[in-house]
């Protein structure tokens, strides 16, 4: 009995031993995080003791917020490139964007080391009518100077009344002398799904992943079914070259349209609690017929997940060049009458578990596109995610250069749409600028999804 005793007050005081050693790691991991807040209120003063000085002593009296703004815009840009703050204005622009349809000049700009970049002009547009080009550069809007605005700040300059007009001072490569083009503003219309009939194939371009992308889709495949006829009806081009990308939900519900089962993508915040899976439901649209996805180096984020899903579960050949390499997603925080912070919050996953992020999507086929060299000699090399200064590292595997993004008007002239039509027709095609990537394993089952996606933001912004 003495020993049973003894043992017992063993474990008591062996147990007593443990929990002061639990008490006293939880009391460091305290005094360490106290210590840690307490340096971060330092700073925070500090901030504090510049802004009153800045507001007291300058020279000439500041705009208070003004400042305030240029301190978070500060803050959220040494983040990464994609994260930003959006003021009231610019939130509500964003959400215009989101929608579709806003006023403005129709380009498609991105910003890269501050230089302000046109990624590309919308057809029947002020500036497409204009002849603005991809890749053209804007230093001036309205005689400011561009260099130290952010890109909401640029956009906001570019948007205004209908019928008024803006000048754009351009840089074109190959140019000596800057181009300058006034521009009147007009009512904006972006048609997210455009498709017509090319014989016995359904080509569908898919230009934005706006909340009317899904249904715009599913009327394109429903039509070119009926105007071909499902006997005739060879398959689909689904063409996501120069797609900037857009909402999450929108790229989930696209990937499921040609899907009967199976992961669609995942995304991973900073803590596992946060993973979220997307998995396609029953009822494939197209009833299974061969689909070719078209890709470039200007195809990015929502463009690519689809991408990555259709590939992944061999349900599409992919074909054209390495895509852009963005593989993060922004969630958009409202603040109140203060509007918004676009804050990257996670980064997605094809379903083979590949982050596609600095590296994007190899096609299964690469298809070099034909550029005329009177172009060639305008255009600037489009590096791609891994070129962005301050973007997210690429994880597993090495960083990818992007790849061109130039498209011809003149289908008679695009070798890459050429190729996808032959894919389809079986038409084989031995050229030095096609290259078949190597075969990959199967991707495994998903689990359940969970609740629907929150959107995530556009990577190029529209004006």
């Known amino acids: 009995m003495m020993r049973k005793v003894s043992l017992v007050l063993a474990g008591a005081i062996m ?6 050693l639990a008490t006293q790691t939880r009391l460091l991991s305290s005094t360490s995080a106290v210590a840690a807040s307490a340096e971060v209120y330092r700073s925070l003063n500090l901030f504090g003791d510049i802004f009153e000085k800045i507001r007291t002593d300058y020279v000439d009296k500041p705009d208070e917020q003004k400042l305030i703004e240029a301190a978070i815009n500060g803050m959220v840009s040494s983040l990464d490139p994609h994260s930003s703050y959006l003021d009231s204005k610019a939130f509500r622009d964003m959400d215009t964007d989101m929608r ?53 700040q640029a956009v906001e300059k570019m948007r205004g009344l209908i019928n008024t007009q803006v000048t754009l001072k351009i840089e074109r490569p190959g140019k000596t002398d800057p ?52 006997d005739k009806l060879k398959g689909y081009v689904i063409d996501l070259r120069n797609n900037r990308g857009g909402r999450l939900d929108q790229s989930v519900l696209v990937s499921d349209a040609f899907l ?14 946060e993973t ?12 299974g017929k061969p689909v070719v ?21 061999k349900r599409a050949v992919v074909m054209g060049t390495r895509s852009f390499g963005k593989g993060s997603v922004q969630t958009v925080i409202p603040l109140g009458s203060n509007g918004g912070l676009r804050l990257t919050t996670a980064r997605y996953y094809t379903p083979s578990g590949n982050s596609i992020q600095a590296k994007g999507i190899t096609p299964d086929i690469e298809v070099q596109q034909d550029i005329p060299q009177e172009i060639k000699d305008k255009l600037v090399e489009n590096k791609g995610e891994a070129s962005l200064k ?11 250069s992007g790849s061109a993004s130039y498209v011809p008007n003149d289908p008679a002239k695009d070798t890459q749409l050429i190729a996808a039509f032959n894919q389809l027709r079986g038409i084989k095609k031995d050229t030095a600028q096609i290259v078949e990537k190597p075969a990959e ?16 933001t556009p990577e190029a912004p529209k004006n």
């Open 179 to 230: 181009l300058e083009f006034t521009l009147t503003r007009s009512t904006i219309v972006v048609p997210a799904v455009e498709e017509r009939v090319e014989g016995d194939i359904g080509y569908i371009r898919i230009g934005t992943f706006s909340e009317q992308t899904y249904d715009g889709l599913r009327k394109a495949i429903e039509k070119l079914g009926n105007e071909i006829g499902q």
């Open 293 to 313: 996805v078209l890709i470039n180096g200007s195809s990015a984020s929502a463009a690519e997940i689809v991408a990555g899903a259709l590939q992944d579960h």
């Open 100 to 152: 579709g349809q806003f006023g403005g000049l129709g380009i498609e700009v991105t910003m890269e080391d501050g230089v302000l970049k046109v990624a590309k002009p919308i057809r029947d547009t002020p500036a497409s009518k204009a002849g603005i080009l991809a890749n053209d550069i804007i230093r001036q809007i309205d005689g400011t100077e561009v260099k130290g605005l952010s890109l909401t």
């Open 260 to 273: 009967e089962r199976g992961k669609i993508v995942s995304t991973r915040g900073r803590n596992a609690e």
């Open 15 to 20: 147990g007593a031993g443990l929990t002061g």
């Open 390 to 400: 301050g973007h997210l590292k690429a994880g597993e595997g090495e960083e990818q």
């Open 276 to 287: 979220q899976v997307f998995n396609a439901k029953s009822g494939d649209l197209t009833k």
């Open 441 to 456: 394993k199967p991707v495994a089952e998903a689990a359940p999804a969970p609740a629907a996606p929150a959107p995530a």
